[in-house]
């Protein structure tokens, strides 16, 4: 065979990039449960909200002032965002994967307008499917190459990637990286600290930053969901086109569920909203997340049911829909274990579930199957490389779902209020917000015990508010518990916790649906400033505040902090807008 040089070989990389990137991006699934309804990533893609920190060195502990800008571009093209190391963090669901994919078809695609137009190489690697046994080159080969091509060898692409004018790197999910935090001396832990690839630059996404990270030459991103300008483009562009009468539809049911208004935020599930929405003739009401998540699995198992021409298997198929016992702890263990696991052996889980149960939650789309590469050290051979699938849940909040049923069995099981202390320690609230919501929903009498729990906890309280929403399944049976809530002084200060400012912020929706006098809103050191749309204030936590009809005072105080005309001028705007306002402090 003709010896190849660098430059041939760096063709073949980037072919085989290519080639590799378009069978992901091509692959954009809405409703995991219609399987053969694929969309190529910039079909769907919309933007959502996205803030830069702006300060160098920027830690949880030390944050400077989150600054909104346009686009996902804003934050390799912005000059306040010069840096070889970056963070994009968010929540399960909001979209980090989907700009990862957006920038890999904007590479390859030669989009002009992409800040990677000029780049030779992208290297997009999705981390749960590494370990620290995995050099970083070894994982190009593996995952971006395929083992089977002789052409090019791991040490090749190091070689390769020393010859190019320009690198970017994309490392998707450290979060669902396996070795995560962990003293293992992983090339993946060595770049994020800027010990390998110092001078190429690296993008990281995960829901939460690392424990260890190279602090002084990272920028920090976040992404902070769907916004209504946001909405609206996803809906024309990905559902319905310019059918007006099929956009309001969506947008009514919306409305009419204002419980599932936080969750569809998340782009994730608003996406799924809208198609499940577009797709069905009757239009459905929720009361509570959980009756939400109770009739999309319904959805699942039924779409299956009626693609199903055995009819033999139907009745199998209702026992799976309604007996998940031993998965219920799969999901509970790999939650709320030491160390929390979301994907699993595909062989062992076949085992512990049994392989017609698994197959029908892996053809419903509940179960997404991932080829995963066995290394056991740098040195294996690609000949002695072996293959296995990993399987994980469609999303978290399904893990959660499941969870929340043997997290009913456990507290029924506890014998008093200090054994289950002991149980709920250990399940975090703020991590698992939706487990805690299933559980209530599921079950009124565990939930009762639980509430009382939350509401022991400091900060706990309004969460519990949540809760007996999902446990009553009405809005009226919290209207009191709102009512006194809001006849005194509501705070949201900028040390609470994410998970206590989203409760506040939810109970106050909630109260101006109802038309619920607000006597008073605080915002403490939460730097609000007003969207585009004129119609949020988006707080430092970058969760945002609506507007407000039945808010009667709101007071913003931020010791260190002038406002500019413009800023002003937007805050009286939105003010303006609560209709029963009397006083702006």
């Given at each position: 065979m003709e010896r190849l040089t660098v430059q041939?070989?760096?063709?073949?990389?980037?072919?085989?990039?290519?080639?590799?990137?378009?069978?992901?991006?091509?692959?954009?699934?809405?409703?995991?449960?219609?399987?053969?309804?694929?969309?190529?990533?910039?079909?769907?893609?919309?933007?959502?909200?996205?803030?830069?920190n702006v300060v160098k060195g920027a830690t949880k502990e030390k944050e400077g002032p989150w600054v909104r800008v346009d686009s996902y571009k804003d934050i390799f093209t912005d000059p306040r965002m010069n840096a070889k190391r970056r963070i994009i963090e968010a929540e399960a669901g909001y979209g980090k994967s989907t700009v990862a994919l957006q920038l890999a078809y904007d590479w390859c695609n030669g989009v002009k307008d992409s800040p990677f137009k000029d780049v030779e190489i992208l290297i997009l690697l999705r981390l749960r499917q590494l370990n620290s046994k995995i050099s970083i080159y070894q994982a190009i080969k593996l995952f971006l190459v395929g083992p089977k091509d002789p052409r090019i060898k791991s040490t090749d692409i190091k070689d390769i990637i020393e010859s190019c004018s320009s690198v970017e790197v994309l490392l998707d999910g450290y979060d669902e990286f396996p070795d995560r935090d962990g003293d293992t001396g992983s090339d993946v832990g060595r770049i994020i600290t800027s010990n390998l690839f110092g001078n190429i630059d690296v993008t990281l996404t995960t829901r939460y930053l690392p424990k260890d990270y190279d602090k002084e030459n990272t920028k920090l991103v976040r992404l902070v969901g769907f916004d209504e300008k946001a909405r609206d483009q996803y809906i024309r562009k990905a559902v319905t086109g310019e059918d007006e009468e099929s956009v309001a539809k969506i947008k009514r049911a919306l409305k009419s569920n204002p419980i599932l208004d936080a969750l569809c935020q998340v782009p994730l599930f608003f996406v799924m909203f809208s198609h499940m929405t577009h797709e069905k003739v009757l239009f459905m009401r929720f009361n509570s997340v959980t009756e939400f998540f109770r009739y999309m699995m319904k959805c699942f198992h039924s779409h299956k049911s009626n693609k199903s021409m055995d009819r033999n298997t139907r009745p199998h198929n209702v026992t799976y829909e309604l007996k998940f016992t031993e998965l219920s702890k799969v999901a509970f263990e790999g939650l709320c274990g030491e160390n929390q696991q979301l994907s699993w052996r595909k062989d062992g889980l076949c085992t512990r579930l049994g392989q017609g149960f698994y197959k029908h939650y892996n053809a419903v789309g509940i179960f997404v199957e991932e080829e995963v590469y066995n290394v056991t050290n740098e040195q294996t051979s690609t000949a002695d490389i072996q293959t296995r699938t990993d399987v994980r849940f469609y999303h978290?909040?399904?893990?959660?779902?499941?969870?929340?049923?043997?997290?009913?069995?456990?507290?029924?099981?506890?014998?008093?209020?200090?054994?289950?202390?002991?149980?709920?320690?250990?399940?975090?609230?703020?991590?698992?917000?939706?487990?805690?919501?299933?559980?209530?929903?599921?079950?009124?009498?565990?939930?009762?015990?639980?509430?009382?729990?939350?509401?022991?906890?400091?900060?706990?309280?309004?969460?519990?508010?949540?809760?007996?929403?999902?446990?009553?399944?009405?809005?009226d049976g919290i209207k009191d518990t709102v009512r006194d809530l809001c006849s005194k002084r509501v705070e949201i200060d900028d040390d609470n916790s994410k998970l206590l400012q989203r409760s506040t912020i939810q109970l106050l929706e909630i109260a101006s649906r109802l038309d619920i006098p607000i006597s008073c809103v605080w915002l403490r050191y939460c730097s609000p400033r007003v969207d585009e749309s004129g119609l949020n204030l988006i707080l430092e936590s970058g969760l945002s505040l609506s507007i407000l009809s039945s808010l009667q005072k709101l007071e913003i105080y931020d010791y260190d902090r002038r406002l500019t005309n413009e800023e002003f001028a937007a805050i009286l705007s939105y003010s303006s807008q609560c209709t029963s306002l009397k006083e702006l402090k």
């Open positions: 041939d070989k760096k063709s073949i990389l980037i072919n085989s990039l290519k080639s590799r990137y378009k069978l992901q991006y091509d692959a954009i699934q809405p409703i995991p449960y219609i399987k053969d309804r694929l969309y190529c990533v910039d079909k769907v893609f919309v933007e959502g909200g996205t803030e830069i978290q909040l399904f893990c959660e779902w499941f969870a929340s049923f043997r997290l009913v069995e456990i507290v029924v099981a506890t014998r008093n209020a200090s054994e289950l202390k002991n149980v709920l320690d250990k399940v975090d609230p703020f991590n698992l917000q939706y487990l805690y919501r299933f559980t209530c929903g599921i079950s009124p009498a565990v939930g009762k015990r639980i509430i009382e729990y939350l509401k022991s906890r400091r900060d706990g309280d309004k969460f519990a508010i949540l809760c007996i929403l999902e446990q009553t399944g009405e809005v």
